[in-house]
């Protein structure tokens, strides 16, 4: 089945206000291109889950998507605190649960599961504990050691942005492997973008390769740069500059609805927001080829 769709009309189909949305992605494939989708398209009150809150959940916390936030580290990675979601948090503006990296993992875990709960062993993370009420302490039944247990997190929509990927949803992921493949199971419906979408034959020919089977996948968007600021291993860099920028428009109310204005609103999409970061950003994202060797799966 082919399920190839624009960005836009993936966004408006599976997106619904209110929704459970989970942005996968751990440093790099971070779906920039979908949250500024989000934001165009006005969606609103939106629970945003994700490990590592980067700049696209203060982006669209500042466009005012969001109601909720579920997380366990959140910052503005190597630079600082993410300033709009951390303002909205003190000022009672957003609702949120905090977990560990582990507790978040073992969240989607159980959802893809179909489990209500996982178990984990205990932390020194006690004021996790304190601050939120949903982990909590349960007894194994077998040695009747102490556990902690945390809920199944089934998101309504999964976005993960991968390397390449088929028009049916077969994708490769290689890199950082962040929580993208437990998202995909745990989510009801999963949003995939793309740098590259391939003969069904490339995805074939490394098996090991496919972190993400079509056959849970929603929607496909062929959306080259779709990461950027973050990086996509082996088609363009980290915009390290971006990122010390953000610190400073976040920190400003005018320079975030600008930065809005400009790079969101005043864009209509992620090719159109390409070709406006210029020649020269786009000579200093590239990377030279490093390749892996060549893998022999012998005939099957």
Not at 39 to 58: E, M, S, V
Not at 91 to 108: A, D, N, Q
Not at 145 to 154: D, G, M, N, S, T
């Amino acid at each position: 089945m082919n399920k190839l769709t624009s960005l836009q009309n993936a966004i408006a189909q599976h997106v619904q206000d209110g929704d459970i949305l989970y942005a996968a992605g751990f440093t790099h494939l971070i779906p920039f291109a979908a949250g500024h989708e989000i934001i165009r398209q006005g969606k609103k009150n939106l629970t945003l889950a994700r490990a590592t809150p980067d700049l696209i959940y203060d982006q669209m916390v500042a466009a005012g998507c969001a109601r909720k936030v579920i997380f366990s580290y959140m910052g503005n990675p190597g630079v600082g605190s993410l300033r709009i979601v951390r303002s909205a948090l003190e000022k009672g503006e957003l609702e949120w649960e905090e977990y560990s990296h582990f507790g978040m993992i073992t969240r989607l875990q159980a959802a893809a599961s179909g489990l209500p709960f996982l178990p984990m062993n205990l932390t020194g993370a006690t004021d996790l504990e304190a601050a939120n009420p949903l982990i909590r302490r349960i007894t194994d039944p077998y040695s009747g050691r102490e556990l902690i247990a945390v809920p199944a997190l089934q998101p309504d929509v999964a976005i993960v942005h991968v390397q390449r990927a088929d028009a049916q949803g077969n994708a490769h992921l290689w890199g950082i492997v962040g929580e993208q493949k437990e998202v995909a199971f745990a989510a009801k419906r999963v949003i995939l973008t793309a740098e590259e979408i391939v003969d069904p034959s490339v995805i074939r020919s490394d098996p090991n390769r496919t972190l993400i089977p079509g056959f849970i996948v929603s929607a496909v968007c062929h959306v080259p740069g779709a990461a950027h600021p973050s990086y996509a291993q082996g088609y363009y860099d980290r915009d390290n500059e971006f990122y010390l920028e953000w610190d400073k428009i976040s920190a400003d109310p005018a320079l975030t609805q600008a930065y809005l204005n400009e790079w969101v609103y005043g864009v209509p999409d992620r090719e159109a927001y390409w070709a406006k970061l210029g020649a020269e950003k786009h000579e200093k994202l590239k990377v030279p080829a490093l390749m892996s060797e060549a893998v022999n799966y012998g005939k099957y």
